[in-house]
């Protein structure tokens, strides 16, 4: 697809004396922290600009092409997969370590270097409005809406509305998922939709329909439409097809040749591929760029630990948990580390929205500071497991049950941050074995 629908806004240089004092206090703020190793160098010289001159994130982004990332689940992947793919033709500047709020994107535009050209942006579903309207994206990419924590998070609808109303106003090009009810509705009234299919299995959360409140029916995994009123489910330019990013409209199957596992990350790499050729980049070159990612931010990264294989693995809500168990799959000894904080959202009463069925015959083992609230909820899913007070414990070995070197850890925020500095603290990555 031609670039010249993404038409790079005119430059803007950071004019202001505000603006520009802004910028070299939150360069020195990033700076410091960088030199120093202090915790928040991903967020504070945003958060320090943005006190000095609330309007340098729109200076900062009217010098790049804006491509922003938003959903419940996949946006770090997604961002990541996108930026690689971006870069393998110009340069790209991105919140790689996933500080999706304004101080984090204005910190990772304040490190942009002269030569870069696009601005590949994770942005946290509530602050999506603010970030359209302060930078003028070129185009955003939106994945899906389902419950996340409910504490401190709004409801699906609450979060569409408020979408709708950003994408009315907005130039941008859409790359939306097709499968999800919610995007569908949210991107009502935008200008330009690319739909994407990427088969979408959680559907718990969209059984009436957005637009009139009556019952959605759906045929497997692609079709589906409301009862009463006219909103179903669109024809989509992209679907994902057997490892395969398929381009209805050429009719070219583009082979996911990627090391990062799982179908969702199939899915996160079709609605990437979407958006860079809309960018103009050729499929073979942004497909390249996406096969060398083997890791995010330290998710599905190997680590040696403790004498065995540890990969990481974040899981937060059920939608990304259902997802997490067709990685796990061909894992024979998993464990899991619950923590409820408030990053994490304080109710975990999801837990019982998860099938956790597919594990009945794999060595489990949790901990974590609400150990026992996952402890409960594989006891009557009739899952066998062990209470163990640290990841060392998981990795003791028992000679009569052992089956290989590998464990597998799957964490929400804060346990998943506590296990890599655990993991990291201790020893050398392992070597990489290759592509899955």
């Known amino acids: 697809m031609s670039s010249?629908?993404?038409?790079?806004?005119?430059?803007?240089?950071?004019?202001?004396?505000?603006?520009?004092?802004?910028?070299?206090?939150?360069?020195?703020?990033?700076g410091y922290h960088l030199r120093t190793g202090r915790p928040g160098g991903s967020f504070a010289g945003g958060r320090a600009a943005l006190r000095i001159s609330p309007r340098v994130l729109s200076s900062l982004a009217g010098q790049f092409t804006v491509?922003?990332?938003?959903?419940?689940?996949?946006?770090?992947?997604?961002?990541?997969?996108?930026?690689?793919?971006?870069?393998?033709?110009?340069?790209?500047?991105?919140?790689?370590?996933?500080?999706?709020?304004?101080?984090?994107?204005?910190?990772?535009?304040?490190?942009?270097?002269?030569?870069?050209?696009?601005?590949?942006?994770?942005?946290?579903?509530?602050?999506?409005?603010?970030a359209v309207l302060e930078t003028d994206p070129s185009l955003v990419i939106l994945l899906n809406l389902s419950r996340d924590q409910l504490d401190r998070n709004p409801e699906c609808r609450m979060t569409a509305e408020s979408w709708t109303t950003a994408l009315a106003g907005t130039r941008a090009t859409v790359v939306a998922n097709a499968d999800d009810p919610w995007i569908v509705w949210a991107c009502r009234n935008a200008r330009r939709v690319v739909w994407v299919s990427v088969r979408q299995r959680w559907t718990e959360d969209s059984w009436v329909c957005p637009a009139c409140g009556n019952r959605l029916v759906?045929?497997?995994?692609?079709?589906?439409?409301c009862t009463h009123c006219t909103l179903s489910r669109p024809s989509p330019r992209w679907t994902l097809d057997n490892g395969r990013a398929v381009d209805s409209r050429s009719g070219t199957a583009h082979l996911l040749s990627l090391r990062l596992p799982g179908r969702i990350n199939e899915a996160n790499a079709t609605m990437a591929l979407a958006?860079?050729?809309?960018?103009?980049?050729?499929?073979?070159?942004?497909?390249?760029?996406?096969?060398?990612?083997?890791?995010?931010?330290?998710?599905?990264?190997?680590?040696?630990?403790?004498?065995?294989?540890?990969?990481?693995?974040?899981?937060?809500?059920?939608?990304?948990?259902?997802?997490?168990?067709?990685?796990?799959?061909?894992?024979?000894?998993?464990?899991?580390?619950?923590?409820?904080?408030e990053l994490d959202g304080?109710?975990?009463?999801?837990?019982?929205?998860?099938?956790?069925?597919?594990?009945?015959?794999?060595s489990v083992f949790v901990t974590g500071e609400r150990r026992y609230d996952i402890a409960t909820r594989l006891y009557y899913e009739q899952v066998p497991f062990q209470m163990v007070d640290s990841l060392a414990a998981a990795c003791v070995r028992d000679e009569a049950t052992d089956v290989g070197d590998r464990l597998d850890v799957v964490a929400n925020y804060t346990a998943f941050l506590s296990a890599i500095r655990t993991v990291r603290s201790t020893g050398p990555r392992s070597v990489e074995t290759g592509r899955r």
């Not at 759906?218 to 439409?225: F, K, L, T, Y």
């Not at 304080?346 to 794999?362: A, E, K, M, P, Y």
């Open 4 to 30: 010249s629908l993404l038409a790079r806004p005119e430059s803007v240089r950071v004019r202001h004396t505000r603006d520009r004092f802004a910028v070299l206090v939150g360069r020195a703020v990033s």
């Open 346 to 362: 304080l109710d975990t009463s999801w837990l019982w929205d998860v099938d956790f069925s597919g594990l009945r015959n794999r």
């Open 218 to 225: 759906r045929e497997g995994e692609s079709s589906w439409n």
């Open 275 to 341: 958006a860079a050729r809309i960018h103009g980049v050729p499929a073979g070159r942004a497909l390249s760029g996406m096969a060398d990612v083997g890791s995010v931010s330290g998710r599905y990264e190997d680590f040696q630990y403790q004498g065995r294989r540890v990969r990481l693995l974040l899981a937060k809500n059920p939608a990304s948990w259902l997802e997490t168990m067709d990685v796990l799959m061909d894992s024979p000894r998993v464990l899991f580390s619950l923590n409820a904080r």
């Open 67 to 130: 491509t922003l990332v938003s959903g419940t689940n996949g946006k770090t992947t997604t961002t990541r997969l996108a930026a690689e793919a971006l870069a393998t033709s110009a340069g790209v500047v991105s919140n790689s370590l996933g500080a999706n709020l304004p101080d984090g994107i204005t910190t990772a535009l304040l490190s942009a270097g002269s030569e870069v050209e696009h601005a590949v942006l994770e942005v946290d579903e509530r602050h999506l409005p603010r």
